[in-house]
């Protein structure tokens, strides 16, 4: 089983930026796909971005395209998410998860991904 851990959450105030990574253990990465998540309170959770596992193509959800970057180092088991100009509304538990496929494509919704980790806070606050 893969295991993920994420780090790199904190309190930021708005217009800051914070790089999120997500550590991977287990087995290597290449065949898996990453996509990152977050929770707010009172909210469900919804998919931010997500990276493919052979050649690396992002996708993201609108609230978030041109301010957050998602990217891989397979030979660092490592994924991270970098979030510049956060607003408020980004404040949530994000939360990394993976699952394999080689198809140059991936997936937002959360029922596709099989594990997961146990998710890191981001406070956008002044």
């Known amino acids: 089983q893969l295991q993920l851990v994420e780090s790199g959450g904190g309190l930021v105030q708005p217009g800051g930026s914070l790089r999120l990574s997500c550590a991977a253990s287990?087995?290597?990465?290449?065949?898996?796909?990453i996509g990152w998540f977050r929770q707010a309170p009172g909210k469900e959770r919804e998919g931010v971005s997500c990276?493919?596992?052979?050649?690396?193509?992002?996708y993201y959800v609108d609230s978030v395209e041109g301010r957050f970057t998602i990217s891989r180092d397979n030979a660092k088991k490592t994924v991270y998410l970098q979030m510049n100009s956060l607003k408020p509304e980004d404040t949530a538990v994000y939360y990394c998860?993976?699952?394999?496929?080689?198809?140059?494509?991936?997936?937002?919704?959360?029922?596709?991904?099989?594990?997961w980790g146990q998710g890191t806070q981001v406070t956008v606050s002044s």
């Open positions: 998860a993976a699952y394999q496929s080689a198809l140059p494509y991936c997936v937002k919704s959360t029922g596709r991904y099989d594990d």
């Open positions: 990276v493919t596992s052979r050649d690396g193509s992002a």
């Open positions: 287990g087995f290597t990465l290449d065949n898996y796909v």
